[in-house]
């Protein structure tokens, strides 16, 4: 029988391996610490340059957006391909693939029912220089691919130096009925892991403009799109020029309390900010945009000017992206706080079914309001 290619065989030759130099001489020096955090990401600062260019539009919705972002690197590369459940004729299960299958024939491809294998082929593609969209039916579902995520995309670069640019789609969030398979947040959990980005656009703007970054990006992207974003939240143009992954933005100036928060709970905090305003307390938003890499200076500024720290969040509380911030700006910005930081999460138990069991479960801008209240009276 023929020997399989690939295999190697392992023979002891006293001879041969006297002949054989010495490990010092065959192998590499030993690295330095710092060296295990190059090798981590292919695209070091993982900022693309040059604008996002988009086409002007009437209005145009979250999810419309993330259509037109889709499209767009489909045009302008090649090696870009969409891959998942249903995302061909039907146009994924929230239309976010629509007509593109005919657009780009053979670009758009449905995939079994196996997340798995679905992210599994995809890191052999991107091996291979290709340049994948994974599109997952809802987050939750991410987790049977988990394998393949954070053993095998995050590590690749800095296991063997070569590039893993896949862009993993998450539907996250809640929405009422959704209940617990079909509404968590899952951001924190891959953010925990070294080699992956994980974005958190809140606005249209941000998904169009960050998704076609997140394609150009030689690294492994976790897209965390929200559902109750796609038909609820419209803007008149896409951006013309691109946001840098890793920059969060101030969403409304303020004196007198920061909420730092991401995705669909800037919109909350926005409401409360407004409500506030009319109080004669000033809140100013800090959207995150990204949690992974996570803006840590835009951060400290804000508490610099404030004083005070409210952390909101739609993910359970435990080791969450709320936990981190906190972290961080007591450890390396105790000095600013004029009151110990709060912050609001979903409660923690499973995500429930009922309208009126989810309207108490996560975060709301009456939740919301009652906490940066007790925090501004600290």
């Known amino acids: 029988m023929a020997q399989p290619r690939h295999v190697a065989v392992l023979v002891s030759d006293p001879e041969a391996d006297a002949?054989?130099?010495?490990?010092?001489?065959?192998?590499?020096?030993?690295?330095?610490?710092?060296?295990?955090?190059?090798?981590?990401?292919?695209?070091?600062?993982?900022?693309?340059?040059?604008?996002?260019?988009?086409?002007?539009?009437?209005?145009?919705?979250?999810?419309?957006?993330?259509?037109?972002?889709?499209?767009?690197a489909l045009a302008e590369d090649p090696r870009v391909y969409i891959y998942g459940q249903d995302v061909g004729e039907f146009g994924g299960a929230f239309k976010a693939t629509k007509n593109l299958s005919r657009e780009f024939p053979g670009r758009v491809i449905d995939a079994p029912i196996s997340e798995d294998a679905i992210i599994g082929s995809a890191v052999g593609a991107a091996i291979e220089g290709m340049r994948p969209i994974i599109e997952m039916q809802f987050a939750d579902?991410?987790?049977?691919?988990?394998?393949?995520?954070?053993?095998?995309?995050?590590?690749?670069?800095?296991?063997?130096q070569v590039p893993c640019p896949i862009t993993i789609r998450l539907p996250s969030g809640g929405t009422s009925g959704g209940g617990p398979f079909h509404s968590q947040s899952m951001e924190a959990l891959y953010a925990h892991y070294p080699g992956l980005i994980v974005l958190t656009p809140a606005t249209v703007e941000d998904a169009y403009s960050m998704l076609l970054e997140a394609v150009a990006i030689d690294d492994p992207v976790i897209f965390c799109e929200h559902k109750f974003l796609y038909y609820h939240l419209k803007a008149d143009k896409l951006p013309t020029e691109a946001m840098p992954v890793g920059k969060a933005r101030i969403a409304r100036e303020g004196r007198d309390l920061t909420i730092v928060t991401y995705s669909a709970m800037v919109h909350e905090a926005l409401v409360v900010a407004d409500e506030l305003a009319s109080e004669g307390i000033l809140v100013e938003v800090v959207d995150l945009r990204s949690v992974k890499p996570l803006d840590t200076d835009t951060v400290m500024a804000s508490v610099a000017r404030t004083g005070r720290l409210l952390c909101v969040g739609e993910a359970f509380p435990w080791g969450g992206v709320t936990a981190e911030v906190i972290a961080r700006v007591a450890s390396e910005g105790f000095e600013l706080l004029d009151a110990p930081p709060m912050r609001l999460n979903a409660k923690d138990t499973p995500i429930p079914y009922h309208p009126n069991l989810w309207a108490v479960h996560r975060p709301t801008a009456r939740s919301i309001a009652v906490a940066a209240r007790r925090l501004v009276q600290n």
């Open 141 to 160: 579902f991410s987790t049977i691919g988990f394998n393949q995520i954070v053993n095998q995309a995050a590590t690749l670069h800095w296991r063997t």
């Open 19 to 72: 002949n054989l130099p010495d490990a010092e001489e065959t192998f590499a020096p030993t690295p330095s610490i710092k060296h295990n955090r190059e090798g981590l990401f292919e695209n070091g600062n993982t900022n693309i340059n040059g604008p996002a260019k988009g086409k002007p539009t009437m209005s145009i919705t979250y999810l419309e957006a993330i259509r037109e972002a889709q499209a767009r």
